[in-house]
């Protein structure tokens, strides 16, 4: 068996290396490293997959973020209410905007922002929610859309996690994750699901002034060369990893229905222990990406657990040990902590085990067995 990793980005490029090669070189003899074809056919690309009308490249998912905010137009005070368990950037792009972040407590179930808090913590100065598709899967964006179009916010989806989900309506209808709000940030991350072999990101809108404003918000504020309308930034994804990108953007949906396909197999293997908590998921898994594979420990020891796992040579993960409510650079002072319930469980029960396209049942299974041996 081969050793086990996290994620396994070198078997994944094995079997798309003489493409990849081929990108590069083209970008390279083009020498058209900023802004070329490469980036425009990716923008092209990801547009159609996500049946969006713009996806706007920049830098980075936390950029992406910024950006999208950035294009609301807020003003320094206005609430921003988000999720107390996710990753940080989601939080810190808030504050360094001078908005006020609000977090607020997450599904039991799906680890996603809880409508129900969201409609407790709204106030004159809420202006915008921003739900994460937290590890792949689809955050109530129904329930979410209501509430903002009753208070009249902003609904910013951060899809760094959850690239190629597909969200259903009540009605039976389908969008993709990215598609369902006001304006959306993803990250290419190189562990994300849709990775490039650097950092890059990008922003989605179906909002034609929106995606205008903020194509020239990523280029330093300027609509005619040289002259800057606004205070802008530059954020830009880089030609080469746009070229990579467009050849693994083909491969995405094979790539989540391989992570769907471990996630029903470790499922099986560990749904029925008393102990274990495996993923909520749909029927059909069509809203679930599996951007991580995270069960919760129920009464023991989930420290000790990680310790078991990496001494028999399989990594693991935590995410995310501390809510961001108790976080030095986001604590409030006389924070209630009985808001945050749910949060306050999770950090200390999540797990995330080995999640990738190239797991082989062999190691799913040698993974389980280590898992079941712990908690026996
Ligand atoms: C990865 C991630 C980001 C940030 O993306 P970067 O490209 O690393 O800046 C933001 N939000 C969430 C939920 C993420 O997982």
Do not use: W
Request: glycine share 6%; net charge negative.
């Amino acid at each position: 068996m081969d050793p086990i990793r996290m994620v396994d980005l070198k078997s994944q490029y094995n079997q798309i290396a003489d493409e990849v090669q081929s990108a590069l070189n083209d970008v390279i003899e083009s020498t058209a490293f900023i802004n070329g074809p490469a980036v425009k056919q990716f923008q092209a690309n990801l547009e159609q997959y996500l049946g969006v009308k713009h996806v706007i490249p920049c830098a980075n998912g936390t950029d992406a973020l910024q950006i999208a905010l950035m294009g609301l137009k807020l003003e320094p005070g206005d609430e921003v209410i988000t999720a107390d368990f996710t990753f940080a950037a989601t939080v810190e792009v808030i504050s360094l905007l001078r908005l006020t972040p609000v977090l607020i407590d997450v599904d039991p179930k799906t680890f996603n922002i809880d409508p129900k808090a969201i409609e407790a913590a709204i106030t004159p100065k809420t202006k915008a929610i921003i739900p994460v598709h937290l590890f792949g899967q689809t955050a109530d964006m129904e329930a979410i859309n209501a509430i903002a179009e009753k208070h009249n916010l902003y609904v910013v989806e951060d899809n760094a996690q959850g690239i190629g989900a597909t969200y259903t309506f009540k009605d039976g209808s389908k969008a993709k994750t990215g598609t369902l709000g006001h304006v959306a940030a993803t990250s290419f991350f190189p562990s994300k699901n849709l990775g490039a072999y650097g950092d890059g990101g990008a922003i989605f809108t179906n909002d034609d002034d929106l995606a205008h404003f903020i194509r020239g918000i990523v280029n330093h504020g300027m609509y005619k060369r040289y002259y800057h309308d606004v205070v802008g930034v530059n954020s830009r994804l880089d030609a080469m990893q746009a070229a990579i990108l467009n050849v693994k953007l083909k491969y995405l949906d094979y790539y989540n229905e391989r992570r769907k396909e471990a996630a029903i197999r470790y499922t099986q293997l560990l749904g029925e222990h008393p102990n274990i908590v495996t993923p909520y998921r749909e029927a059909d898994c069509s809203s679930h990406v599996f951007h991580q594979y995270t069960l919760r420990i129920i009464d023991r020891d989930r420290d000790a657990l990680v310790d078991f796992l990496n001494e028999n040579g399989i990594p693991c993960g935590v995410y995310y040990p501390v809510p961001l409510h108790r976080q030095k650079a986001y604590a409030q002072p006389n924070t209630d902590e009985s808001l945050f319930p749910v949060t306050n469980q999770l950090v200390e029960e999540v797990i995330s085990l080995p999640m990738h396209s190239e797991l082989t049942i062999e190691q799913i299974e040698f993974i389980a067995e280590k898992v079941l041996a712990f908690l026996s």
